[in-house]
């Protein structure tokens, strides 16, 4: 699939295809797909555990680190598009409507 046909309807529907040709829909309730999220955020957050700050900015000069990130980054995006589908939230909506709210609470100066 290149890069100009994804969105995220079409990956959530490809995760929902791939559950369920391996009949793991009975596992992908809410709570085990934020458990899932979580463990994922997790392993991602491992890779940065001890770098500096100045470190983590030059995290993806390391190919071999660059592809556990990105790895980690699809993990948590996965299950959390998993979940999205599951508790029927649009995710790009949700995110939407938070920026707005964050625009009214924290005011630029």
Not at 39 to 49: D, G, K, N, P, T
Not at 68 to 83: C, I, M, S
């Amino acid at each position: 699939m290149t890069e100009q046909h994804l969105d995220v309807a079409k990956l959530q529907r490809r995760l929902t295809e791939f559950a369920a040709a391996r009949n793991w829909q009975p596992f992908h309730t809410p709570k085990n797909l934020v458990a899932a999220l979580s463990v994922e955020a997790s392993e991602l957050v491992e890779i940065f555990q001890w770098l500096t700050p100045e470190e983590s900015t030059r995290v993806m000069d390391d190919p071999d680190t660059a592809h556990r990130v990105t790895d980690e980054v699809a993990d948590v995006l996965a299950y959390l598009l998993q979940l999205c589908e599951v508790l029927g939230i649009d995710p790009l909506t949700a995110l939407d409507a938070k920026i707005d709210r964050n625009e009214h609470r924290f005011p630029a100066p």
